[in-house]
Structure formats: C-alpha cells, structure tokens
C-alpha cells in the first residue's frame, strides 16, 4: 500500500532517497482533524497527552507520498528550495516515513519546531505544575525524530528552524542532539543560501541568525499547510517586553497574495482557512493602529466567498480596535460566525467565534512598563477597563476569545497581582464567556526581556497561585459546569495526596478555591485554624505559659 500512494516521488525500490528532504516531529506536522488548538495537548507530559491525541499522529501522505499537508513556515521553505535546487530534489514527509525519502543521495534534512525541549510558556507551566508523567509530548517526539533509524543510518546534515530553536540553544543541546546548524529568524532572504552550503561542504555558523527579508522576496506556499493556513500581516509593532513578533515592524499582505495561497490550501484537500497574523484587527491598519474596517471585512468576505471554504480558524486578535470601532464586529460577525468551527453540532452551548487575545495582567503599572503599546490607540492607564468593556464587546457579538493571563512578570509585585485578581472577579461579575489560559513568565531569546529571570513554581506567592487556580475554576464553571462535581473532588484529593507536598503549604488555598470551596467554608477555616498552631509550638514555652 505505501509503494502504491509513494509512486514515482517515493524511493522504496533503491533507496537513494532525495536530496533534501523537510520534516518535522509528529506532534508539529500534524493537523488533529482540522482543530489547532488540540495541538497544545501536546504541551502537557506524555503520559497525559499520548492516549488523548492517539489517532492524530499518524501521516496523512498524498498520492505521491508526501505529506498532505505540512505547518505553513515548513510550506514557504519548500517553496524556497524548490526554486533553488529543483522540485526532483526536494520532498516534504511525515517522521514515519523518512525511510521511504532519506536515502544515499540525502545530504540534508531540514526540520522545524515550535517546542522542541518543552521550554515555551504553556509547556513549562503545565509540566511543572503537574509534575509527573515525564516531559512535554513535543519534547519527546522531537528527540525522537532526530533518532530515527534513517537519520542514524544515512547521516545526514542536520538544520533545525522555527520560533523554537531557542530552547535548545538555551538548553545547550545543540551536539548532543547531533544539529548541524539552528537557523534562527524569517527565511526568505538567507535558508536557500545556507541550505546551499551545507550541501557544498561549505561552513556554515552552527546558530545562524537571520535577517528580515524584503516583502517582494516573500514568496507563495505551492502546496497545502496544516488548517489551510495564510499569512495576512507579518509582525505586529505594539513593542511588548515579553514577546519577539511584536518588535518587528507590522506590515500586511496584498489580498491578492493571500487568496492565491487560499487557492493552493483548498486545491490541495484543506476545508478550512487560517489566517496567521499577531493581530487579524492590524490588517492594512492606519496609523497609529486604527483598525481599518472596511480591508478587514473585505479580507474575510473574499475568503468565505471562496469555493470550498468550510471553516475560517482565526489566530490572534486584540482588545483596543474592537473599542475604537463598534461597526468591526458588528459587520465582521456575521461572515466569520457562517465559517464558524465552534458550532453546537460540535457540542458546544452555542455557535461562537474564537481567537486568542492577550490580557497578560490587571496591573496598569506592569502595562506601561513592559506592554503600554496593547492599549493603542488608547492609553494604557485604565487597562482593566479596556479589557472588561472589549470582551464585553465580543461577547455581544458572539466572539468567546481564549486570553493568556501571564503571572511571574520581572517586578511583579502583590499590587500588580491583586490588580489582576481583581480584573478576573470583574470579568466573572459581567459574566464574560472566555477561556483563561494562565502560564508563567518565560523569558524569550529575541524578547527584550531576554535576559530576564524566568519564572517557576518554586518562586510563586500565594497570591500567584491564586491568579493561576481562579482562571482554571473560571473555566470550569463556563464551560462543564455539568461536571464541576468530578473536577472539584478530584482537585481536592489531588492537592492532599499529591500537590501540597509539591508545590507547598502556599498552594492550599488556591486549591482549595479551584475544588470549589469558599472562604467561608468549615474546610478553608479549618485549614486557616489549624496552620496557625505550628506557629504557636514555636514560640518559647514561657509565651505558653502566660497567655
């Protein structure tokens, strides 16, 4: 069956194998069915996410072999070699199959990755507060990938790109794991020129930094990326202290640009279209970012007017624009809401649009010192307010974002994080439908915070935990309050029998808040009653005596 769908492209008969071949772990190259965030299942320890993905890694190979479909950065290096060195040349398959690819002719493998040592914010904070079950499905299925029995075999060179070729640069696994280059940055300008010396022989430096290339040297994908995606803009200039993307200057793609690669997604088996942006409301944005209705709508008219366009996934979005012009949603809504994944067919209360929103902190004074561009065109000083009344906005239009909320930020301090538990209660006051998703500060290599100290669990306050456990009793009650019972109980049982001798005596109450109890509760005053006794057996007997 494998030499029937390889044909002429697959090399089982001789094994020479191709030039260059491009890949990426199973966790990264696949789709799970359609839906991007099942992916950061993959973020959690793999006891915990392999039975929940089986079925979802396999390869899903074309007619000649080939992946279907591949993440949309691997699509635009293809593009890149293919040009360069020629489409005989150059294959893109699935980790399982390298053996049909990799061959006495291979001289190079290229690979990208996202999370490859599980150092990234969702990974390091949920492997660390769960604590068990070994590293991040991600972490494993790379090295795992870098194993494999053809790589070993033909020893290729080895180049790794990707947002995350950081982490193993800040791991100091670069020779161990056997990688020849780590190639840092955008693509379009240098990968081809680097690519052609590793094949000659020629050195290469072994972490290469990339520059930013010029827009007309930004090629189209030629074949389908995973979820169908597109690229609209390409950086994003709010200038945010923790994140790389938004200190490069935004700048968006002519439609025509993006709705040839939705030709290419859909002509190659894709049923949804994803639009890749660190702010879809940026799209041709004015100065000063005001949001330019009208491209905005335009650009997701033209998509969902495509033929065979059944879904439309979003990326990232922001508050602000949503504020300064009520018309964008109100005429965005119903084109988006038609395209829509999150349906009650799915299971779902409702139908609902979704896209991830950046909310980080409650705390004004952390967001003009790291953050203060998330605002414009507002200021920053009122930040709690912009964010209750902008998901407020989405909510009255059916809009249910996924917000990161941020805690272990360099200088946060009790105000800072009391002003955050506070915005929470007030979104929970105004019964917002949202989905928290809270992680610690990690310091990103290309940030400006880069050299700050990272964040852990060990370092956290009580009343950082807490940021941490509300968000997740939040979800809890929004979204399967049906079965707040079983979390509850398992929640409580999980901190007295496993939690507390991890995390600390400083992570009670917030676990107890997660399982459901109040402050009120005999079991939270019991627990205040009885931690004050160590207190009092520690102080000299004589105190005893003349109380």
Request: glycine letters at 8%; hydrophobic letters at 40%.
């Amino acid at each position: 069956m494998i030499k029937q769908l390889l044909g002429s492209r697959g090399t089982p008969e001789n094994g020479d194998g191709y030039q260059i071949v491009l890949t990426a772990s199973r966790s990264e190259i696949s789709q799970y069915g359609g839906d991007p965030f099942r992916a950061f299942i993959c973020t959690f320890p793999e006891l915990l996410s392999r039975r929940a993905l089986e079925g979802y890694l396999g390869p899903e190979a074309g007619p000649d072999g080939e992946n279907r479909f591949a993440s949309y950065g691997l699509r635009k290096v293809e593009t890149l070699l293919v040009r360069r060195f020629g489409r005989e040349n150059v294959a893109v398959c699935h980790p399982d199959l390298l053996d049909r690819f990799v061959g006495k002719k291979t001289k190079l493998v290229g690979m990208t990755t996202m999370d490859p040592i599980g150092l990234a914010y969702v990974s390091t904070t949920y492997n660390s507060l769960i604590g068990f079950g070994g590293e991040s499905l991600n972490a494993v299925e790379f090295k795992d990938l870098l194993r494999s029995d053809s790589l070993l075999k033909y020893k290729p060179k080895i180049l790794v790109g990707g947002a995350g070729v950081w982490q193993i640069k800040e791991a100091g696994l670069q020779r161990e794991l056997g990688i020849d280059v780590l190639f840092q940055g955008e693509g379009e300008e240098d990968i081809a020129p680097v690519v052609e010396k590793l094949l000659n022989d020629e050195p290469v430096e072994p972490y290469f930094s990339a520059g930013q290339p010029a827009r007309d040297k930004i090629p189209l994908i030629e074949r389908a990326a995973s979820y169908g995606a597109v690229e609209i803009t390409r950086g994003c200039g709010r200038g945010c202290a923790f994140c790389s993307p938004t200190n490069r200057k935004k700048w968006s793609f002519p439609i025509q640009h993006i709705m040839a690669e939705v030709k290419t997604n859909i002509e190659g088996g894709s049923k949804s279209i994803f639009t890749v942006t660190e702010d879809m409301f940026l799209y041709k944005s004015f100065p000063g970012f005001i949001p330019n209705t009208p491209e905005i709508v335009k650009l997701y008219k033209a998509i969902a007017g495509y033929p065979g366009v059944n879904y439309i996934l979003l990326s990232h979005a922001s508050l602000a624009p949503v504020i300064y012009d009520r018309k964008l949603l109100e005429e965005l809504t119903p084109i988006l809401l038609e395209k829509s994944y999150w349906t009650k067919e799915r299971g779902y209360k409702q139908t609902f649009i979704t896209a991830e929103v950046g909310i980080e902190t409650g705390s004004s004074r952390l967001m003009k010192k790291y953050m203060k561009g998330k605002a414009l065109p507002y200021p920053v000083d009122n930040w709690s307010d912009l964010v209750c009344q902008g998901i407020g906005i989405m909510n009255d239009n059916d809009w249910w974002p996924l917000c990161t909320v941020m805690t272990g930020q360099p200088d946060e301090t009790e105000e800072d994080v009391q002003a955050t538990l506070d915005l929470i209660d007030r979104l929970k006051a105004q019964n917002a439908k949202m989905f928290y998703t809270p992680v610690l500060f990690i310091p990103l290599e290309d940030a400006l915070l880069s050299d700050a100290k990272r964040s852990n669990l060990q370092n956290l306050t009580e009343s950082q935990f807490e940021i941490m456990t509300k968000c997740w009793r939040n979800n809890i009650d929004f979204w399967q309050p049906e079965r707040a019972w079983l979390y509850n109980s398992m929640f409580f049982l999980a901190h007295w029998f496993y939690a507390r001798w991890r995390h600390g005596k400083k992570a009670t109450i917030p676990m107890m808040h997660l399982a459901g109890l109040s402050d009120d509760s005999l079991t939270i005053r019991a627990i205040d009653k009885w931690a004050t006794i160590p207190e009092i057996l520690s102080k000299p007997l004589d105190m005893l005596k003349s109380r």
